[in-house]
């Protein structure tokens, strides 16, 4: 009996860890209280690494593709304080969540949707900058969603990317994580070649942590 009890016990905790990564992909009830507020608070310091790579301008509009909880909304809210700062996500808790979070600039400077990353519900070239967080993962067509990232930046605009594993050979990506893939820096960097972008630039941090910064080509017919 006690044999049996410790295999449930092991199985049911490999349940419960198994479900944290997939439940990034689209946060709902519980995980949107631990998820999401880990997102805002314990990557902090690498959200503001990624950050760090571009040279902000203070009127520059920006959208933020998969925003979480809403945390690196307010920090380009700061670098930006004369532009506009918008924010996308396919979960619905984590719309909400980012709602919340910035809520005394919401509808004013601060702009939240629920959409994805196929179909930006934008008109063409309405964006200086589109920033990334941990969110190609859960992107199931790289490809159509640079194209549609592309479409809605503006001429020269950037394009930054930043992810926390960038290593797809990594364990703690397991392959039955549904709906979930990690991408190579290289392979990224192929992708946004081929849909016209240019001045890619790789950075790293420790062993997987990546910030790839690109720009839109003013003269690509893409």
Same mark, same amino acid.
């Given at each position: 009996?006690?044999?049996?009890?410790? @295999?449930?016990?092991? &199985?049911?905790?490999?349940?419960? %860890? !198994?479900?944290?990564?997939?439940?990034?992909?689209?946060?709902?009830?519980?995980?949107?209280?631990?998820?999401?507020?880990?997102?805002?608070?314990?990557?902090?310091?690498?959200? @503001?690494? #990624?950050?760090?790579?571009?040279?902000?301008?203070?009127?520059?509009?920006?959208?933020?593709?998969?925003?979480?909880? #809403?945390?690196?909304? &307010?920090?380009?809210?700061?670098?930006? +304080?004369?532009?506009?700062?918008?924010?996308?996500? &396919?979960? /619905? /808790?984590?719309?909400?969540?980012?709602?919340?979070?910035?809520? =005394?600039?919401?509808?004013?400077?601060?702009? %939240?949707?629920? #959409?994805?990353?196929?179909?930006?519900?934008?008109?063409?070239?309405?964006? !200086?900058?589109?920033? &990334?967080?941990?969110?190609?993962?859960?992107? +199931?067509?790289?490809?159509?969603?640079?194209?549609?990232?592309?479409?809605?930046?503006? +001429?020269?605009?950037?394009?930054?990317?930043?992810? /926390?594993?960038?290593?797809?050979?990594?364990?703690?990506? =397991?392959?039955?994580? /549904?709906?979930?893939?990690?991408? +190579?820096?290289?392979?990224?960097?192929?992708?946004?070649?081929?849909?016209?972008?240019?001045?890619?630039?790789?950075?790293?941090?420790?062993?997987?942590?990546?910030?790839?910064?690109?720009?839109?080509?003013?003269?690509?017919?893409?």
């Amino acid at each position: 009996m006690h044999k049996q009890a410790l @295999r449930y016990a092991s &199985a049911m905790r490999k349940k419960f %860890i !198994d479900r944290i990564p997939q439940n990034t992909r689209k946060p709902e009830g519980f995980w949107r209280r631990t998820l999401l507020r880990s997102i805002n608070h314990d990557h902090a310091a690498w959200a @503001r690494w #990624g950050l760090s790579h571009l040279d902000w301008h203070h009127t520059w509009n920006v959208l933020d593709i998969g925003c979480g909880g #809403g945390a690196n909304i &307010a920090r380009m809210m700061s670098l930006c +304080p004369k532009g506009l700062i918008y924010g996308i996500d &396919a979960s /619905e /808790e984590s719309v909400d969540s980012s709602r919340k979070y910035n809520r =005394p600039e919401l509808d004013k400077r601060c702009f %939240i949707l629920q #959409g994805t990353v196929d179909c930006l519900p934008f008109d063409v070239d309405t964006f !200086d900058v589109i920033t &990334a967080f941990e969110a190609l993962y859960s992107w +199931p067509d790289l490809e159509k969603a640079f194209s549609e990232v592309y479409r809605v930046l503006k +001429p020269n605009g950037y394009f930054m990317i930043c992810c /926390e594993s960038s290593d797809p050979s990594n364990t703690f990506w =397991p392959d039955h994580r /549904e709906g979930l893939k990690v991408y +190579p820096a290289d392979e990224i960097e192929v992708l946004l070649s081929k849909t016209g972008f240019i001045d890619i630039q790789i950075f790293k941090s420790g062993k997987e942590s990546i910030c790839i910064t690109a720009r839109e080509d003013n003269e690509s017919d893409f």
